[in-house]
């Protein structure tokens, strides 16, 4: 198959199973495909041990898959060893060279590459300014804080000008501040360089506001992929739609053109597709962000407010309808609208129901 034009990567159908200990065996991968378009910001999401980082090793050849292949900018590179592969990681550890200055660690990988000595000072400067350490070069990795050393490891991965620059958990050991701060500043460094950035998260947020695309990992599998709104707006499966975001997850029955569910009476189905998605007895899921549901006091309601909360500028609410406890959230709602013990109608406006996969 021809490579895609403004394909950066290109991941078809990539297994990799590991022998455990105990004699079995770990599907860390089962089948995944991705495209990743040239000078795009992708992001891996996924809960802990699915995989994500199998694939980043896999790309950097530093894990070869059991089966699929894996093209950069329309080669394949499966069996192109580590060191030839334009691609490199910064590791969570930073993985800095302690008794090497700043520069020197920058500098190392242009060494090996053997590049004339004006060259690799050049580079070293620019990466070094790029990530604004200008000015800290002769300093020893331990005479850094944390940000820095992780900036030191961005700017030795950075002057390689690789094609794809694979970031596993790099923000991780930073506190939240510092994080919010790394994040943007990552952001911006995609940006000025137009490199391929993969960056592998577990935390949504992070996801949500640095990927073009996100790719959502389950048990091994690619779950969902696509800008973060669209799956955030249109989450795929039960799974996706409780991992990104709050969501309300609940059951109902699904006929030719309606959804019932218990407390809620009849949805109309105009927008929602359960093709392929209601079990045999017509069982489905359906999924409502917290934000987009409706609660109006109302003496002949269908639920109880069983806590209201202002949580920086919103009012979060549970309301118990029925078996179920529904999220809800307003923004703006005056202090005291609602208050636990208040009977409330609890509604779904039309185009707010998704009909997900269990
Ligand atoms: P985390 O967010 O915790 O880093 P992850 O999504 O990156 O998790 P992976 O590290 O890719 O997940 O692991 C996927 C699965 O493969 C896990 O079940 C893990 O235990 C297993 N695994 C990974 N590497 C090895 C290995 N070298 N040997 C055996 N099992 C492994």
Not at 206 to 225: L, N, T, Y
Not at 246 to 264: D, K, R
Not at 270 to 299: C, H, K, M, N, Y
Request: glycine fraction near 10%.
């Amino acid at each position: 198959m021809a490579a895609t034009a403004g394909s950066a990567l290109r991941i078809r159908a990539v297994s990799k199973t590991f022998p455990t200990p105990e004699g079995g065996e770990v599907l860390a991968l089962d089948a995944v495909s991705l495209e990743v378009a040239d000078g795009s910001f992708t992001v891996l999401l996924g809960p802990s041990g699915c995989g994500k980082t199998t694939l980043l090793r896999c790309i950097a050849g530093l894990e070869s898959p059991d089966s699929g292949e894996i093209e950069l900018k329309g080669v394949r590179i499966d069996d192109v060893p580590v060191w030839k592969r334009r691609v490199n990681t910064v590791f969570q550890s930073y993985a800095l060279f302690p008794h090497m200055t700043v520069a020197h660690n920058v500098a190392f990988g242009l060494q090996m590459d053997k590049l004339p000595k004006a060259e690799i000072a050049r580079k070293v400067d620019a990466a070094l300014e790029m990530v604004r350490l200008s000015g800290l070069g002769a300093r020893r990795p331990s005479q850094l804080s944390g940000g820095q050393q992780q900036r030191v490891a961005l700017a030795r991965a950075l002057a390689k000008e690789p094609e794809v620059l694979l970031l596993d958990e790099p923000l991780s050991a930073l506190d939240l501040k510092l994080r919010r701060g790394m994040q943007t500043e990552l952001k911006r460094l995609q940006r000025e360089t137009s490199i391929t950035f993969m960056l592998v998260t577990h935390d949504q947020d992070e996801a949500m506001s640095m990927g073009d695309q996100v790719a959502v990992f389950d048990s091994g599998r690619i779950v969902q992929v696509g800008p973060p709104r669209d799956v955030y707006l249109a989450p795929r499966t039960r799974f996706v739609a409780d991992f990104i975001g709050e969501a309300n997850i609940l059951q109902g029955t699904a006929s030719a053109q309606t959804i019932t569910v218990p407390g809620f009476g009849v949805l109309s189905t105009d927008a929602l597709a359960t093709d392929g998605v209601a079990a045999a007895d017509g069982q489905v899921f359906i999924a409502v962000r917290p934000e987009s549901v409706t609660i109006l006091p109302a003496a002949d309601g269908n639920g109880t407010v069983v806590d209201a909360t202002f949580v920086g500028g919103d009012l979060h609410i549970d309301v118990k309808v029925g078996d179920v406890v529904i999220s809800a959230r307003q923004a703006g709602a005056a202090p005291g609208a609602l208050s636990a013990g208040d009977t409330v109608r609890v509604a779904f406006p039309s185009g707010s129901v998704r009909v997900v996969e269990a």
